[in-house]
């Protein structure tokens, strides 16, 4: 059975950067051939897609967000990582990592999801 | 971007009625070449992660009870719950997934009146 679990730091200083991983467990992310992306939801709102990225390292990033973001994968671990530099209060939020459902595309829903890992932007 | 646009912003909505959640993009996801609508529907219960509901507008996922479906297409969407639950109490969010960046709507926050 396919597990996503994302873990952070749990605090981030203004301007410094928030690192979030994600460890998939029951699939290998290079036979798999999925993508997998990264959504992020503030305290109390919505959900942002950030990006996607698929074994081969190929990615996909939100515009707004692209300038500050690097997701990699690394399939020997078999995890999935998120860097979001020059943070700000403002990038507060549940951290979410997502399987896009059918392998080879990233224009597809995301069907499997971790629980999150909260992280908080704060002096 | 494509924008998403969720009606109404919250609903109340008494056990065993019809509950219904609109959902309007601002350009059409329908790609003419497979006939596909990319439009998703997903359910979040406080505390928990997301869990897909409805692809394609309207496929239902596996596991998904058939009182939700979905319809709709080009930018008009519904999310519709034939006899409210007491475990369909939560926020309900549509996806496209037609381009880049993927964009939910603002959600919908189901309860019981």
């Known amino acids: 059975q396919l597990q996503l679990q994302e873990s952070g730091p749990g605090l981030v200083k203004p301007s410094e950067t928030l690192s979030v991983t994600c460890t998939v467990s029951g699939d290998s992310i290079s036979s798999s051939r999925h993508y997998w992306a990264w959504v992020r939801q503030p305290p109390g709102r919505g959900l942002e897609w950030i990006g996607s990225?698929?074994?081969?390292?190929?990615?996909y990033y939100s515009p707004s967000l692209k300038s500050r973001v690097t997701i990699s994968v690394d399939t020997s671990k078999n995890l999935i990582s998120l860097d979001l530099n020059s943070v700000t209060a403002a990038d507060t939020a549940v951290f979410y990592c997502?399987?896009?459902?059918?392998?080879?595309?990233?224009?597809?829903?995301?069907?499997?999801w971790g629980q999150g890992t909260m992280v908080t932007v704060s002096s | 971007d494509i924008v998403m646009t969720q009606s109404p912003d919250s609903l109340a909505v008494s056990l065993g009625e019809r509950a219904t959640i609109n959902c309007k993009s601002s350009q059409s996801i329908l790609y003419t070449s497979n006939n596909n609508n990319y439009l998703a529907w997903y359910q979040q219960r406080p505390g928990q992660p997301p869990k897909l509901l409805i692809y394609w507008a309207s496929t239902r996922e596996s596991g998904v009870p058939d009182r939700f479906s979905g319809s709709g297409s080009g930018t008009d969407f519904t999310l519709t719950i034939s006899s409210l639950q007491p475990e369909d109490v939560a926020v309900y969010y549509c996806l496209q997934y037609f381009g880049a960046p993927h964009t939910f709507g603002q959600g919908t926050k189901l309860e019981i009146k």
């Open positions: 997502a399987r896009h459902r059918t392998s080879a595309t990233a224009y597809d829903v995301f069907d499997i």
């Open positions: 990225v698929y074994y081969t390292g190929s990615t």
